[in-house]
């Protein structure tokens, strides 16, 4: 596959709890220069970040990131805030215990609330699939479907596992026509970008791959 092809569908992300504006800066310097799909950072830099790029480079964002508790209200107002201070695109998290619980129907009303608070930005739904069985997994490919959600992401990298490539394949089995799938967490090099890929990920959350390419080059 071609690198060019596979850094096109990359998330260059960066949400350590410790992350600083001079990283944020060299994140979105590789980005533009690599000409990734977005970068990923934390809602506090989005602003900056957004006002540093100048329109070259999607500003991508994370919401209820990563444990996904918060109330709706308060995802919808980061949501609001986010899309309001430059972000292209919000990453939520879903409220795992309605999971647990099979609360299905305040599980889609709340995608839908926080979609209707993106004002047209997209929104990628972060599943946290090793926190889930198959069937959780399955039933939340059919939610995110029917909630205009443009897309379904693996996990935040921060639950204790990421992306495998036997979730990347659930995903494209079940979710529909209108839902892509992000692979995030523990993509580690050039390999797994391109078997992730295969599999039906569009987007890829990872800072390795970039890094990967740079070690190339250098």
Not at 93 to 106: L, Y
Not at 155 to 162: K, M
Request: hydrophobic share 40%; with cysteine; glycine share 10%.
């Amino acid at each position: 596959m071609d690198l060019k092809e596979i850094l096109a569908k990359c998330d260059h992300t960066v949400l350590t709890q410790g992350a600083t504006w001079t990283e944020i800066q060299a994140l979105c310097d590789d980005g533009m220069k690599y000409h990734c799909a977005s970068v990923c950072i934390p809602a506090s830099y989005v602003k900056q970040a957004a006002e540093y790029v100048d329109g070259k480079l999607p500003i991508c964002t994370v919401i209820g990131f990563p444990n996904g508790y918060d109330t709706t209200a308060a995802k919808c107002f980061m949501a609001g805030d986010a899309v309001d201070n430059g972000a292209a695109e919000v990453d939520m998290v879903i409220n795992i215990g309605w999971v647990k619980d099979r609360r299905w129907d305040d599980i889609l009303a709340e995608i839908k609330a926080i979609k209707d608070a993106c004002k047209g930005k997209l929104l990628k739904v972060i599943i946290e699939c090793c926190l889930l069985t198959d069937e959780e997994k399955i039933k939340m490919c059919e939610i995110v479907t029917a909630s205009g959600a443009e897309y379904i992401k693996t996990s935040t990298g921060f639950g204790g596992g990421g992306a495998t490539r036997e979730d990347v394949a659930l995903f494209a089995k079940h979710v529909g026509p209108n839902v892509k799938i992000k692979a995030a967490g523990g993509i580690a090099d050039l390999k797994d970008a391109e078997d992730f890929i295969n599999l039906g990920a569009s987007r890829l959350g990872t800072s390795r791959i970039v890094k990967a390419v740079k070690a190339q080059e250098g």
